[in-house]
């Protein structure tokens, strides 16, 4: 008498001899289509990226924002560790709550910059240091002086801003 289990067996075997015979029977220009398919999938995303990287200072973003988020995973990594004590899980918070402000300012000088002067720039802070890169065809010693003018007055202590031009 045939039990359950060996029912079991017996079909999924089945299943698979079908499936396997299929695949082997397959003709070649299904696989060859599938193929060409993926490789023109593969293809338009190296379009996308190239398309995206032509601006610099977009590839700046993306890197500082890669860079950013690395650090952020594993500042959160390390914030539900067990093994830290409590003083170490306050540092580690408020070091990401000032990597989100540093972040949101940066945003924000962006946003001021086109805004005020209409021009396309990128806004790192570090520490005591920020750098500007604009996107212009004038490299303006006044326009500089203004753009370090508007970021200063964000702030209390003397910062030290650096500015840079680019050609479009």
């Known amino acids: ?17 079908v499936l396997g015979v299929y695949y082997v029977t397959m003709p070649n220009d299904t696989l060859k289509k599938i193929a060409v398919e993926t490789k023109k999938v593969q293809d338009e ?6 398309v995206m990287e032509e601006s610099s200072l977009t590839a700046l973003r993306v890197s500082k924002e890669e860079q950013r988020k690395e650090k952020m995973e594993s500042l959160q990594t ?12 306050n540092n580690t918070f408020e070091l990401l709550k000032y990597l989100n402000e540093i972040q949101g300012k ?4 962006e946003k001021k910059l086109k805004k005020e002067f209409g021009l396309d720039c990128y806004t790192k802070i570090d520490q005591m240091n920020i750098s500007v890169i604009c996107v212009s065809n004038e490299h303006d010693t006044v326009l500089a002086n203004n753009i370090m003018k508007l970021i ?5 202590e003397p910062m030290s801003i650096t500015v840079k031009f680019q050609k479009k």
């Open 45 to 50: 995303k190296t379009d996308v990226e190239e």
């Open 106 to 109: 940066e945003n924000g000088f």
């Open 152 to 156: 200063q007055k964000e702030y209390q």
């Open 78 to 89: 390390s914030l539900t560790d067990d093994d830290l004590s409590t003083n170490e899980k």
């Open 1 to 17: 008498m045939l039990n359950k289990q060996n029912i079991w067996f017996m079909t999924l075997f089945s299943l698979i001899l």
